[in-house]
């Protein structure tokens, strides 16, 4: 599917209602009207959205299996995120971690009473 039709589905999917095409133009794609009409024919076409009376929805079944993928999509990017190392910090050099060592002040020694 091109991005296009991805972003008509997805939005679709998302408020679930039907919305006119004007409301998609202004929502979907404001400066692309040509892709949006082609997109939206090419996915009647495969049967994934309907026209019905100058709306367009998606049948019941196929927005739970769309909405399922997002979710599932959303839940492995979520993951991936976590599993990668955080750039929020910038690393320690081995010669910085050295003089953090020797910048700590030595602490009292205490012994143990027998």
Same mark, same amino acid.
């Given at each position: 599917?091109?991005?296009?039709?991805?972003?008509?589905?997805?939005?679709?999917?998302?408020?679930?209602?039907?919305?006119?095409?004007?409301?998609? %133009? $202004?929502? @979907?794609?404001?400066?692309?009207? &040509?892709?949006?009409?082609?997109?939206?024919?090419?996915?009647? =076409?495969? !049967?994934?959205?309907?026209?019905?009376?100058?709306?367009?929805?998606?049948?019941?079944?196929?927005?739970?299996?769309?909405?399922?993928?997002?979710?599932?999509?959303?839940? %492995? $990017?979520? @993951?991936?995120?976590?599993?990668? &190392?955080?750039?929020k910090h910038?690393?320690?050099?081995?010669? =910085?971690? !050295?003089q953090i060592?020797?910048?700590?002040?030595?602490?009292?020694?205490?012994?143990?009473?027998?």
């Amino acid at each position: 599917m091109s991005v296009t039709e991805n972003m008509i589905i997805e939005w679709l999917v998302v408020n679930s209602q039907p919305a006119s095409l004007s409301e998609l %133009r $202004s929502q @979907i794609s404001p400066t692309i009207p &040509p892709q949006l009409l082609y997109a939206l024919e090419s996915l009647q =076409e495969r !049967s994934l959205v309907d026209n019905n009376a100058n709306l367009f929805s998606i049948a019941p079944i196929t927005r739970e299996y769309i909405n399922h993928q997002l979710i599932q999509n959303k839940i %492995r $990017s979520n @993951i991936q995120q976590r599993q990668r &190392p955080s750039q929020k910090h910038p690393s320690i050099t081995t010669r =910085e971690k !050295s003089q953090i060592l020797f910048n700590i002040p030595a602490l009292p020694v205490v012994k143990q009473q027998s």
